[in-house]
């Protein structure tokens, strides 16, 4: 097949040099002459595990290109998928789709022939039907079909996402088109990967729907370590103990400082206007929304309290600054709630991310950034984990403690048993947990 990608954004690109390596024709276009021109000489805009070397061999392999011309790319494509960002809209949350129908229009004078247009951003419901609507306005003549096809990469895993995925969502009722897409994604049907066909408006709100469900699995088991510490349990045990049960299943259980990133705050926010809209609004949605962050906000009291109840003239060490491990992404990131709240109660942050803080310098300057978690502690008053990257999950937990001036360390991704932590010899405080005495006031 013949593929146009609009878009060599996070998701373009990957989804660009997966379709490559299954062996289709791709096309990545970008108005961003700068993005491309780093694409054409192997510099890749993102930091994502494996997708320097896919690019590089898709490339080699003629299978993969990029260029600013969108024209001649579009005609030539059995299908054109559009992978614009769908940025949440300054002001009222809802998201802008200004890239998307502008994509639309462009695509809609360059068809040539049969060709399936398939929106691959994060799109509310309906906006399908009004990128088929500006794509008839304008060549009434053209032989298209709109499609669309969410994706649930997750960034740091989006490679063996795309490859493995649990589902491939297709929202379209046209039988050429289905066989168009069908053939797209042959090779994850012949691993068995199951199609999900539904209407377009259907796959929309799924996209939606399983983002904002997983917000709510994240954010119900961040108040459930808020109850633990109230009460004396442990949220681990709780998280296995439900996890277990088929029903719920054990992932995206892990407690936190709250969820970050690029989709989960957006499409949240997105979904909640969509629902309040439409008179049925999600209450559930609306809470998790409003609870994280606060979340993010009490995080910072959280680490003021492990140090006594002020951080005022102090220096705080921070350990990751990303929203997740294994990406350079800061948006929404909870650190930059978590740093702030520290600065604004009189503290100096220093920190350090193996990957992010490039990224960071730029939201906040005024954050002493340095080259390794160790000389991070060094005379620092609190040692905080915010970003559970592997590099922080086997620290010298003894060298650590003699670089800190105070030895409190606080765990907002629970990486180190209480136990370890206080063996060391930290005043350890994590997320949901009690200390180092079991339930039986036996010392693990
Ligand atoms: C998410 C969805 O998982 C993906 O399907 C969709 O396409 C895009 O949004 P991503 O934002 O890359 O992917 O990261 P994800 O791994 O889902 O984590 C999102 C946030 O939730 C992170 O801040 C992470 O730290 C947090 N999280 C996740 C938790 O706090 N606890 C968990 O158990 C899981």
């Not at 409190?408 to 060391?424: M, Q, T």
Request: proline share 5%; aromatic share 6%; glycine share 8%.
């Amino acid at each position: 097949m013949r593929i146009t990608m609009i878009g060599a954004g996070y998701v373009g690109l990957v989804s660009g040099a997966c379709f490559a390596d299954f062996g289709h024709h791709v096309t990545c276009v970008d108005h961003d002459a700068r993005k491309i021109d780093d694409l054409c000489n192997a510099r890749i805009p993102i930091f994502e595990p494996g997708l320097d070397q896919l690019v590089a061999a898709n490339v080699r392999q003629n299978r993969l290109r990029f260029t600013t011309e969108l024209k001649q790319a579009v005609a030539e494509s059995d299908a054109v998928f559009i992978a614009v960002g769908t940025p949440s809209r300054r002001g009222d949350g809802y998201a802008d789709l200004s890239y998307v129908y502008a994509a639309a229009k462009e695509i809609a004078a360059a068809i040539v022939g049969y060709t399936v247009v398939v929106t691959k951003s994060t799109v509310p419901v309906g906006t399908g039907d009004e990128v088929e609507r500006i794509i008839r306005e304008s060549r009434p003549d053209a032989d298209v079909e709109v499609v669309s096809n969410p994706e649930f990469l997750r960034e740091g895993a989006a490679i063996a996402d795309f490859k493995r995925p649990d589902r491939i969502v297709v929202g379209t009722q046209d039988e050429r088109a289905i066989a168009v897409m069908r053939e797209i994604y042959r090779p994850l049907y012949l691993n068995q990967s199951p199609i999900v066909l539904s209407s377009r408006r259907t796959a929309e709100l799924t996209k939606y729907a399983a983002n904002a469900f997983l917000a709510v699995k994240i954010t119900f088991i961040n108040e459930i370590a808020d109850l633990c510490e109230r009460v004396g349990g442990d949220v681990q045990d709780v998280a296995r103990g439900i996890g277990l049960d088929n029903r719920i299943g054990s992932k995206f259980l892990h407690p936190g400082p709250g969820y970050g990133g690029s989709c989960f705050p957006k499409d949240t926010l997105a979904l909640v206007k969509t629902a309040q809209d439409a008179g049925s609004p999600l209450r559930i949605v609306e809470t998790v929304v409003a609870a994280n962050d606060q979340r993010k906000r009490a995080m910072a009291r959280k680490v003021i309290e492990a140090c006594g109840g002020t951080v005022r003239g102090r220096t705080i060490a921070v350990l990751g600054l990303t929203f997740k491990p294994n990406t350079d992404d800061m948006r929404d990131s909870p650190a930059l709630a978590i740093i702030t709240g520290l600065q604004d109660a009189g503290a100096t942050v220093r920190a350090f991310d193996p990957e992010g803080m490039p990224n960071a310098k730029a939201l906040m300057p005024d954050v002493d950034y340095v080259a390794d978690p160790y000389s991070c502690a060094d005379g620092a008053d609190a040692l905080v984990i915010v970003t559970e990257w592997d590099a922080f999950r086997a620290l010298d937990l003894q060298a650590v403690k003699a670089r800190l001036r105070s030895p409190v360390f606080v765990d907002l991704r629970n990486v180190y048993p209480p136990a370890e932590a206080e063996r060391a010899g930290f005043s350890y405080t994590s997320i949901g947990r009690p200390g180092g005495e079991d339930k039986a006031g036996v010392r693990s």
